[in-house]
């Protein structure tokens, strides 16, 4: 589903350039659930943000589906990542003036999808995360667990084939934290891809396979199964 | 998707109310302002246009030049209409007006002096739209004696309005057969009459001459006649008819006058044009400028491009707020697109609340606006029919070009950037707001100096020395009314005591009465050294009541009967007759239109010049003459008991006649004849006061933006130690350096343009430097208020919970 080759990324300032991914290589097929780890400063991040099409790689290649998307235009980036990719965010990236049900219908607006059929996907998906009862609540009223919960209903509700979480635990005590692992795993074990970064050995031990950076570079990957 | 703009927008207006209040007020005050001056403006505009004919109605004017004298008429020639409409195939008709002047109507044994009384043409109807309620308009002012009313004054002497057939009687016992009533003239029009007399009543209408000028005519064209090509028609067509007294009166064809470098010319005026853009001799009413309409309309454009900077300073203020929102937004799939537009519906929101907020202001404040313009504006259904279409496309403007810069900076943000919180250093884009506040303020400071030198002017003006002294000069109205008594009546209140001096006659420096009168330096009437000065009617006592001075000769007297021929001279008459010594010089004046039949007067005094027209203009020459004229009787007091000397006048006056009594203050006449340009003052001053508040209201949200992004800066500098004082300081004095800038650029401007302005005035003031340095004192002091409040709170909080903000 993913494949990297060789790719690159620099930060510069007016005198200092740094490198942030380093001729990285990485493949992830479908339905493989992955956990990239490393210290501070590894590239974790920056390789999840060209994953999820929010900035571009300076060299190399990156294959989504098959296509080559490395080169790819604002726009059209836009356009794939909003039919293909949900996001999951450490902290929980809510919109404060939209209620839980609004926030999560917010990527079927961008999608164009009709408002009865809008009414269903959100009803079914705030449902199957249990949090239906507060679907006119805002988020500044729920609990760090629920709005993750909220997070990752919208994350899904567009059926999107990949998750990129963040951290997703990171702001949460280890129950809350716990509750979001399963959901991940239940996802995944329907079939959506998910490529996770955590600092957490506890939270990596969900996914199949660990990939750990340093410097930009692969230094090692686990098989977890 | 639209409903999802406008839910987002509202809740996060509501969410911010104390910004929202200050973009909604600011924009308010700007949109309230802006209001009042459009319907101030459309006012102005609307003269005369319910007209139908508007547009092929023109009025015919007469340019005059005579040697060193020039003049511009808007009266015409006794003739001139109806010959030009039997001349000319494309003039479908013309009319005449003729001022009446003050008319006593009884009503029942009440006598009442009307002034809005005008002699017409029964082709005035054909002309003008006035629509005739009662009676017949194609005959209604044939015959003589015949009288057209409006409506109001129908009401007011019968209590009714039909009132055709019935009998006016006016005057000492004329009869006026009313034979038609129409509706009141509007008030934008540039004649405003209530009793039209027809014209045949009037026997010098007749008169077939054509070198003078009295009539007040219009031409309606036929649809599509080419007006231009008219024009140039008229010289050929002037020199037809004029030419024949032009040599029996000067002793030369009009080549021959027009060579000598004089002329003698007709032109025209557009109907639509006269409220705002003519001011010549002989206009029906007191018309309008087109500068103010300029003037207020660039004022109304300045405070609401004031609210809009506010606007946007405000919005990308809250940036730092909404940019979070804008990247998940962006990374769930939202489009640049989107996030323009629903700023932009958010602004057009705010722009909709806050013009709903001014439409009611401007309905409350419309009375207080009245009063101070002088007018009488009205929000009617009338009036909405196109103020509503002007205010909705005010608000989608000012919507989306307040709303612009926040919707193109804001939806500009990179997802990341703002999700991973380094947004408040992430963006600069400080350049613009800047130039956006610079801009501001030099609005600011340039309405600041305006309106400190229009009141510098104004009161120059009502302080200046005019060469004579208008103090405790009571004039009494209507002496004319006494008659042959008028003198006795003068030397009874001469004896009162109380009663400094008493001078009989129309001509004062405050009336509106003049005369002009052709003089000529020699025998021959040689236009070349002609002199067409204002010649008054005065009597001996006029110099001394009011106080004007003798510089050589000395002044007319009762006891030299050769003073009849004698005049006194101003001094500008004196320079411009170029007399080194005017005295015993022999001026000839042409009384029966024979050139050889001048009359012979001789010069026996200069007075100073002083001032009887608008201190717009320069004085011009005058020439007193020692005549009777029964206009005012204008009695220079010392009393200190003012009232008992008025009661005690007013007995005299009722031992006179039974008319009612009535006097003004010489002073006040003053005040009155400038009162348009008080007027002007006071409504600049408070839309310099405005402007400021609005501009104070941006600042001061402007401070909180610059405090909010800086709240981590403020944390560790407090943290290291640093004073409050010292970092309101640090604060404030970026914002302090703007207002510099602005008093920079806008400082030069502003003297150059209130020069120009000034430059219309005769007599005018020189812009201190005082005034300068004042207007940039005022906007540092207001700017330094405004900024401090916010920069103090901001360093006054706490350093823990600012460095946790992060």
């Known amino acids: 589903m993913i494949k990297i080759t060789d790719l690159e990324k620099f930060y510069r300032t007016e005198e200092v350039e740094t490198i942030a991914l380093n001729k990285l290589s990485i493949e992830v097929k479908r339905g493989e659930f992955v956990a990239i780890m490393g210290p501070s400063g590894c590239g974790k991040s920056t390789l999840l943000n060209i994953l999820g099409m929010l900035d571009d790689p300076d060299g190399g290649s990156y294959v989504f589906n098959g296509v080559e998307v490395a080169h790819f235009n604002e726009r059209k980036r836009a356009d794939l990542r ?71 209903a919208r994350a899904v509700v567009n059926k999107p084939k990949l998750i990129l979480a963040d951290e997703p635990t990171g702001n949460l005590d280890s129950s809350n934290g716990n509750d979001v692992m399963e959901l991940l795993t239940d996802l995944n074990e329907h079939g959506t891809t998910i490529i996770m970064v955590t600092h957490s050995e506890h939270d990596a031990r969900y996914s199949h396979r660990i990939i750990r950076l340093l410097d930009g570079q692969t230094v090692m990957e686990n098989i977890m199964i | 998707m639209f409903r999802n703009y406008v839910k987002t927008a509202f809740r996060s207006l509501t969410k911010n109310k104390a910004f929202t209040a200050i973009n909604i007020l600011g924009l308010a005050l700007g949109l309230a302002t802006c209001l009042l001056i459009v319907l101030y403006v459309a006012d102005e505009l609307s003269y005369d246009r319910y007209n139908t004919k508007a547009d092929r109605i023109y009025r015919v004017n007469e340019d005059l030049k005579l040697g060193n004298n020039n003049a511009l008429y808007a009266v015409c ?73 409006t409506e109001r004054t129908a009401k007011k002497y019968f209590n009714t309005t039909n009132v055709v057939g019935r009998i006016l009687k006016v005057n000492d016992g004329q009869l006026l057969n009313i034979t038609g009533v129409i509706k009141d003239i509007p008030k934008q029009s540039h004649f405003n009459f209530d009793f039209f007399v027809s014209m045949s009543s009037w026997a010098d209408s007749k008169l077939n001459q054509w070198l003078r000028s009295d009539y007040n005519t219009y031409v309606l064209f036929k649809k599509g006649a080419d007006h231009q090509a008219f024009e140039k028609k008229l010289p050929a067509f002037l020199n037809k008819y ?36 003519s001011n010549r001799d002989g206009e029906l009413s007191h018309n309008g400028t ?81 009063h101070l313009s002088g007018k009488e504006l009205v929000i009617n259904a009338q009036t909405l029919t196109w103020l509503i279409p002007v205010l909705l496309a005010i608000i989608i403007v000012v919507g989306c070009l307040a709303g612009s810069y926040p919707a193109f900076f804001l939806s500009a943000f990179q997802p990341i950037g703002v999700l991973n919180g380094k947004i408040a250093s992430g963006f600069k884009g400080g350049r613009l707001r800047s130039l956006l506040v610079v801009f501001q303020f030099s609005i600011s400071i340039f309405l600041i100096i305006g309106t400190i030198v229009i009141y510098n002017q104004l009161n120059y003006i009502q302080t200046k020395n005019l060469g004579y002294n208008r103090d405790q000069v009571l004039v009494i109205d209507k002496a004319f009314e006494l008659g042959s008594h008028a003198k006795t009546f003068k030397q009874q209140v001469k004896q009162l005591p109380g009663v400094v001096n008493a001078t009989l006659t129309g001509y004062l420096p405050t009336s509106q ?34 106080g004007m001075k003798i510089t050589a000769g000395r002044n007319f007297s009762n006891q030299m009967p050769t003073d009849s021929t004698g005049l006194i001279i101003n001094e500008t008459a004196a320079k411009f007759l170029g007399f080194k010594d005017p005295l015993n010089k022999i001026l000839y004046r042409n009384t029966d239109g024979n050139r050889d039949h001048g009359k012979r007067y001789h010069i026996i005094g200069v007075v100073k010049d002083f001032n009887f027209s608008s201190l717009r203009e320069n004085i011009s020459p005058v020439v007193l003459l020692l005549n009777e004229d029964t206009g005012y009787l204008s009695v220079k ?37 400038y009162r348009s340009e008080q007027r002007t003052g006071t409504i600049f001053l408070i839309f310099t006061v405005l402007a400021i508040i609005i501009a104070c209201l941006g600042l001061f949200g402007l401070a909180a933006y610059a405090a909010e992004q800086r709240t981590k800066e403020i944390g560790i500098r407090k943290v290291l130690g640093a004073s409050v004082a010292l970092i309101a300081g640090t604060l404030s004095k970026d914002f302090i350096k703007l207002v510099l800038i602005s008093i920079a650029v806008s400082t030069p401007i502003a003297w150059y343009l209130m020069n120009k302005w000034l430059q219309d005035f005769a007599y005018r003031i020189t812009i201190q430097w005082w005034v300068l340095v004042l207007a940039g004192f005022a906007a540092l002091s207001i700017a330094i208020v405004t900024v401090s409040f916010q920069s103090i709170k901001a360093a006054l ?9 992060e």
Not at chain 1, 123 to 152: C, F, T, W
Not at chain 2, 242 to 251: R, T
Not at chain 2, 797 to 805: D, E, G, M, W, Y
Request: charged share 20%; hydrophobic share 45%; glycine share 4%.
């Open chain 1, 82 to 152: 909003k039919h293909n990719i949900g996001f999951v965010f450490q902290s929980f990236n809510l919109i404060d003036e939209l209620t839980v049900f609004e926030n999560v219908e917010l990527p079927l607006i961008y999608t164009g999808v009709p408002s009865s059929e809008r009414v269903k996907r959100v009803e079914e998906v705030l449902d199957k995360m249990q949090i239906m009862h507060s679907r006119n609540h805002y988020p500044q009223h729920l609990s760090g667990g629920q709005q993750q919960r909220v997070a990752i």
């Open chain 2, 242 to 277: 004029s030419s024949g007294e032009m040599q029996a009166n000067l002793h030369l064809t009009m080549d021959a006058f027009e060579k000598s470098g004089s002329y003698f010319r007709l032109n025209l005026t557009p109907l639509l044009d006269i409220h705002l853009h």
């Open chain 2, 513 to 546: 009465m003049r005369s002009t009168t052709i003089f000529f330096g020699d025998a021959t009437a040689d236009q070349k050294k002609s002199i067409f000065p204002q010649s008054w009617n005065v009597d001996e006592d006029y110099l001394s009541t009011l």
């Open chain 2, 290 to 370: 087109v500068q103010y309409v300029y003037i207020f309309s660039a004022i109304a454009i300045f405070i609401l491009l004031i609210a809009c900077v506010n606007f946007m300073n405000l919005s990308t203020a809250r940036s730092s707020n909404r940019a979070r929102e804008v990247g998940v937004r962006k990374v769930l799939g939202s489009s640049r697109k989107y996030l323009i537009a629903q700023f932009l519906t958010e602004s057009v929101l705010v722009t909709l609340a806050a013009a709903s907020v001014a439409f009611i202001a401007a309905i409350i404040l419309l009375p207080v606006f009245n």
């Open chain 2, 637 to 673: 007091v010392s009393a200190s008991n003012i009232p008992a000397l008025i009661a005690r006048i007013k007995r005299k006056w009722e031992s006179f006649t039974p008319i009612h009594f009535e006097y003004s203050f010489m002073d006040q006449d003053f005040d009155a004849a």
């Open chain 2, 797 to 805: 909080a706490n350093p823990v919970k600012s460095l946790r903000s």
């Open chain 2, 77 to 149: 020639m006794p003739p001139l209409a109806q010959t030009l409409k039997n001349d000319f195939p494309e003039v479908q008709d013309a009319v005449r007006l003729k001022q009446a002047g003050g008319f006593h109507v009884k009503k029942g044994n009440e006598s009442i002096l009307e002034y809005g009384t005008v002699f017409a043409d029964p082709s005035l109807f054909n002309v003008f739209t006035l629509p005739m309620i009662y009676g017949n308009p194609a005959t209604a002012l044939k015959d003589p004696n015949s009288v057209v009313l």
